[in-house]
C-alpha cells in the first residue's frame, strides 16, 4: 500500500509519516519546506519538494499510483491570511483542488484532508457540534470550508472517499515555536530558555488541546473505514492557559509569568463536540492533557542544544538576492560612462580633422545599444546630445541660435532614432533570448524531475525483480521448482518434489504417498525431516478420515484443530483424474498457517502434478520400450535408472530400500516375472541388471522385513539374495 503525504515534513505530517511507515505503509511525501524540515521524518520514504499546485505534482502521481493520499500541506498562519487572502487561497484551496484531481485521476480510493476549527468563527455554541454554522472569521477560516466544500463535491461528482478533520489545538514533538506557533510549545520554549511567558488577559481562556499522537491514530483508522464527510477531532475538553502554566510549572519550578493586555479579536472559549467521530470511527483519544504536556516537555528538553535558524536564514539570505539586481544596472552604466569618456576625448581633441565626415557618436550610441539595449542606449543619445551641444557652443554658437538650428535638430533626431532602434531591436532580441532560456531552464528542470522520477520507479522495479529473484516463495523459486521437477521418470519427480516442497513451503518434514489403483492403501515413496520410527511405511485409507476427505473432495485438507498425529496440510496430485499420490508436510510455523501459504501449498502441488503426468504420458507412450517384450520386467537402463533415484533418495531423506537377487535355476525369466509380479506393491520394481540377472527394488524397506519378504516370495525353484547399496 502506498501513501501520499502532503506538507509530510510538517508538525503534524511527520507523525502521520512515521505511523504509516510502522503499519508497512510504502510513504511518500510532498512539501514544499516551507515551515517543515526534512529531518522531522527519520523514517523510509520518498520526498519531492514541491508546491502542492504544482504542475510537477501530476508526474509523481503517475509514476507510483497510490492507495490513500493525506493533504496536510496549507499555509497555517492566520494573519499572513489577512495581509495576504490571495495567498492563502493558492496555498489553501487551489493545493487542494489540485490534490483532489490527480486523486481522482489517478484512482486513489481514500482521500483524507485538514480543516480546523477556524471554521466556526466566534465562539457560538460550546462545544461546537458538526452542523454548526460555519461563521469564519479570517480568510484562512474561510479557505479550509471552502476546502469541504470542494472535497464533498467531488465525493458527489467523482465517488472518491474523502474525509476531513476539524483539529482543535493540536499539541505534540516538533510543533514549530516561531511566530504563531501553538501556545503549548511557545511556553515549553521560553521556559526552557528561561524567559518569562507571556499570558495576554488573565489566562482563563479556554482551549481543546489534543495530542497529536491522537489525531494520527484517528486519521489511520479512517483508512480503513468509510465513512465520509468532515468530523470534529478533539478531545472535547476545555483546558484554560493557566491550567497550562500550572502543569508546566510542576516540570519546570520558579516560571516566570508576564501580564500583557488581551489580544483583539482573541477567541475566549473554544472546544469541539467529538461524539461523532468517536461513535462512528470507536476512536477516542489515549492522551490526557497532563501526560502530552509531560511528553512534549520532555521532547523539546531533548533538543535544548538545536538552534531554530529558519527565520535569520531568511533574513540573510534577503541581501544576496539585491546585489544581482544593483549590479544589473550599476556594472552597465559604469561601463556606458566610460565608453562616453572616450567618445568625447576622441571628439575633442584627436580626430577633429575627420569630425567632417564620421560622426563618432553614431558609433558610440550604436554600439552601447547593441551592447546593453534600449536602457542604456536612451542613456547614450543624451550624452551624446550633450557633448554636441558642447562642441557647438565651443565653435562660438550662442545656445540661442542653436535653436533654430536645423543641422543641430538634424543630428538630435538621428541619434534618437539610432539609439531608439538599435536599443530596441537588441532589447527585442534579449527579450526573445530570455524567453528562450526560461523554456529551456523549465525544460531542463522538467527533465531532470522525470528523470528522478523514472530513475526512483527503476529503482523500486529493480528491487522487487531481486526480491523475485531471491524470495524462497517468489516466481523465482517456481521457476527454480519447474526446472527442478524436469524428468521424465516418475521416482526421479517424486524425489525432487520433496526437495520442492520444503524450499517453497519453508518446512522440514515432508511425505510422499503413492495411493494404489483401488484407493484403498497409500504407499510411502519419499520423505524428509522424520526419524525412522515416525512415518508408516503404509496407511488404510479407512483408518484415516482426513485421507477419505482428500480422496473424496480432491481438495487440500487443513489441520485446523491442529491434531499432533495429522500432518498440518494434504494435498492430492492427479494423474488422468484420479489421485494417484498425496503429499503431506508437517512442522510449519504458526504464522505461515494461513491462506496464502494454502495457495502456495496448492500451486506447487500443481505444479508437481504436472510434472508426473508428463512422466507418466512419457511411460504410456514408451511402455513397449520400457519392458521386456511380454513381460513387466523393466529394461536393464531404466532400473538402472530407478535404483540411482532410490539410492539418491536413501542418501537425502534416509528412506531405505532394499534390493534383492534372483536365482531362477532352470526357470525362465517370464515365468519368473509371472510369479514375482502379482507379489508386489506399486511401488516396487522388478527389472534386469547390466548382467542380465533379475533384480527386485523393493520401496521403503530395510533388513528388519527381509525374513517377511523373503518367506512371501518362496518358490521351490526360485531363491533371492540381499544386495548390499555397491
Not at 507571556?198 to 489566562?203: E, S, V
Not at 473505514?225 to 516540570?251: C, P, R
Not at 494435498?571 to 494417484?580: D, F, G
Amino acid at each position: 500500500m502506498k501513501v501520499l503525504i502532503t506538507g509530510g515534513y510538517g508538525f503534524i505530517g511527520s507523525h502521520v509519516a512515521d505511523r504509516f511507515s510502522k503499519e508497512g505503509y510504502e510513504v511518500f511525501i510532498i512539501d514544499n519546506l516551507a515551515t517543515g524540515k526534512k529531518a522531522n521524518v527519520q523514517v523510509k520514504h520518498r520526498g519531492y519538494v514541491l508546491d502542492v499546485q504544482d504542475p510537477k505534482c501530476e508526474e509523481v502521481f503517475r509514476a507510483y499510483r497510490f492507495d490513500v493520499v493525506v493533504h496536510l500541506a496549507a499555509q497555517v498562519s492566520v494573519s499572513k491570511s489577512v495581509v495576504n487572502p490571495q495567498l492563502d487561497a493558492e496555498a489553501n484551496v487551489v493545493g487542494l483542488v489540485n490534490m483532489l484531481d490527480l486523486s481522482v485521476k489517478y484512482g486513489v480510493k481514500r482521500f483524507l484532508y485538514a480543516s480546523s476549527a477556524a471554521v466556526y468563527g466566534l465562539e457560538g455554541n460550546i462545544p461546537h457540534p458538526e452542523d454548526d454554522p460555519a461563521e469564519p472569521i479570517a480568510p484562512y477560516g474561510i479557505s479550509k470550508y471552502v476546502n469541504e466544500i470542494y472535497a464533498n463535491k467531488w465525493s458527489e461528482l467523482y465517488k472518491l472517499s474523502t474525509i476531513g478533520f476539524r483539529f482543535s489545538n493540536v499539541y505534540g514533538p516538533r510543533q514549530n515555536h516561531q511566530g504563531e506557533g501553538g501556545v503549548v510549545s511557545i511556553f515549553i520554549n521560553d521556559s526552557l530558555n528561561n524567559r518569562p511567558l507571556k499570558l495576554y488577559g488573565d489566562g482563563k481562556q479556554t482551549r481543546d488541546f489534543i495530542y497529536v499522537e491522537d489525531v494520527v491514530d484517528a486519521m489511520y483508522r479512517s483508512v480503513h473505514s468509510t465513512i465520509e464527510g468532515v468530523y470534529n477531532l478533539s478531545t472535547n475538553e476545555a483546558q484554560s492557559v493557566n491550567d497550562l502554566i500550572e502543569v508546566l510549572s510542576k516540570l519546570q519550578p520558579n516560571i516566570k509569568v508576564q501580564q500583557k493586555p488581551p489580544r483583539d479579536k482573541d477567541i475566549l472559549h473554544s472546544r469541539l463536540d467529538n461524539r461523532a467521530i468517536m461513535h462512528d470511527l470507536d476512536w477516542s483519544p489515549l492522551y490526557s492533557f497532563e501526560e502530552g504536556i509531560e511528553r512534549t516537555y520532555a521532547y523539546f528538553a531533548g533538543k535544548q542544544g538545536e538552534k531554530e535558524v529558519a527565520i535569520s536564514v531568511a533574513a540573510e539570505a534577503a541581501p544576496v538576492k539585491l546585489r544581482p539586481k544593483r549590479s544589473k544596472w550599476l556594472l552597465p552604466t559604469a561601463e556606458n560612462l566610460i565608453a562616453f569618456c572616450l567618445t568625447a576625448w576622441l571628439s575633442l581633441s584627436l580626430v577633429n580633422n575627420i569630425m567632417n565626415v564620421i560622426d563618432i557618436k553614431l558609433f558610440y550610441i550604436t554600439i552601447i545599444g547593441i551592447l546593453y539595449g534600449n536602457r542604456q542606449a536612451l542613456l547614450s543619445v543624451v550624452l551624446s546630445i550633450g557633448l554636441l551641444t558642447y562642441e557647438q557652443l565651443e565653435a562660438g554658437r550662442d545656445f540661442l541660435s542653436l535653436t533654430y538650428d536645423t543641422n543641430y535638430f538634424f543630428h538630435i533626431a538621428i541619434y534618437l532614432f539610432i539609439g531608439l532602434v538599435v536599443g530596441y531591436a537588441i532589447e527585442r532580441k534579449n527579450v526573445r533570448i530570455a524567453q528562450q532560456e526560461q523554456k529551456v531552464s523549465d525544460v531542463s528542470e522538467r527533465y531532470e524531475f522525470l528523470e528522478n522520477i523514472y530513475q526512483e520507479v527503476r529503482d523500486v522495479k529493480d528491487e522487487l525483480q531481486l526480491r523475485i529473484l531471491n524470495s524462497d516463495d517468489s516466481y523465482g523459486k517456481i521457476y527454480y521448482a519447474t526446472k527442478e521437477l524436469e524428468s521424465l521418470e516418475p521416482e526421479l519427480v517424486f524425489n525432487s518434489a520433496v526437495n520442492v516442497v520444503k524450499s517453497i513451503m519453508r518446512v522440514e518434514k515432508v511425505t510422499i504417498y503413492r495411493v494404489n489403483k483401488h484407493q484403498s492403501y497409500l504407499r510411502l515413496l519419499a520423505s524428509s525431516g522424520y526419524g525412522n520410527e515416525e512415518l508408516k511405511k503404509s496407511l488404510r485409507v479407512d483408518d484415516y478420515a482426513y485421507l477419505q476427505q482428500v480422496l473424496q473432495t480432491g481438495q487440500i485438507y487443513l489441520n485446523k484443530e491442529l491434531e499432533p498425529t495429522i500432518p498440518l496440510m494434504v494435498a492430492p496430485i492427479y494423474y488422468k483424474e484420479q489421485v494417484t499420490a498425496i503429499i503431506a508436510i508437517d512442522g510449519m510455523k504458526f504464522e505461515s498457517f494461513s491462506l496464502y501459504h494454502q495457495n502456495l501449498f496448492q500451486i506447487t502441488a500443481n505444479l508437481i502434478a504436472s510434472a508426473l503426468t508428463k512422466a507418466f504420458s512419457f511411460i504410456d507412450a514408451t511402455e513397449r520400450n520400457r519392458y521386456i517384450d511380454g513381460t513387466m520386467i523393466l529394461q536393464p537402463e531404466i532400473f538402472n535408472e530407478i535404483l540411482h533415484s532410490k539410492n539418491d533418495i536413501k542418501h537425502q531423506h534416509q528412506v531405505p530400500y532394499l534390493l534383492l537377487q534372483s536365482e531362477l535355476g532352470d526357470v525362465s525369466i517370464e515365468e519368473a516375472s509371472q510369479f514375482i509380479v502379482p507379489l508386489l506393491r506399486e511401488t516396487d520394481y522388478l527389472g534386469l541388471n547390466g548382467e542380465k540377472q533379475l533384480q527386485v527394488l523393493l520401496s521403503n524397506t530395510n533388513e528388519l522385513d527381509i525374513s517377511s519378504i523373503l518367506a512371501r516370495l518362496s518358490h521351490p525353484k526360485i531363491s533371492f539374495s540381499v544386495m548390499n547399496e555397491g
